[in-house]
């Protein structure tokens, strides 16, 4: 199976940024897709952007040209740049990985402890 550590989040004033990252170890044989969802008090959880094995990312509307998905495969790690980040921002933030773990033949889903961002005045 695989562990995922999360880091970068904190709290910030309204129009700054931060930078997640999100580690992935363990046994596994193979990542597909990594994704950050988020999870805002009293919301439901939402995808914020999402990036293939291939490097194809998605970003929800409300982040586009704001955020940026990235990551490093050799590492097994996936990023989110927040930059413009506003106070409906705020919101416990979950990286989610789609891996193959040793001796299984189908991907299983996992996710993160999750890491808090708070953007206040």
């Known amino acids: 199976q695989v562990q995922l550590v999360e880091s970068g989040g904190g709290s910030v004033q309204p129009g700054g940024s931060l930078r997640l990252s999100c580690a992935a170890s363990?046994?596994?044989?193979?990542?597909?897709?990594m994704a950050w969802y988020r999870r805002a008090p009293g919301k439901q959880r939402e995808l914020v952007a999402r990036?293939?094995?291939?490097?194809?990312?998605y970003h929800a509307d409300s982040v586009k040209d704001r955020f940026t998905i990235s990551r490093d495969n050799s590492n097994n790690m996936v990023y989110l740049q927040m930059n413009s980040l506003k106070p409906e921002d705020t919101a416990v933030y979950i990286c989610?990985?789609?891996?193959?773990?040793?001796?299984?033949?189908?991907?299983?889903?996992?996710w993160g402890q999750g890491i808090q961002v708070t953007v206040s005045s």
């Open positions: 989610f990985v789609d891996a193959v773990d040793l001796g299984d033949y189908v991907s299983r889903l996992h």
């Open positions: 363990g046994s596994f044989s193979r990542i597909n897709a």
């Open positions: 990036i293939d094995s291939s490097g194809t990312t």
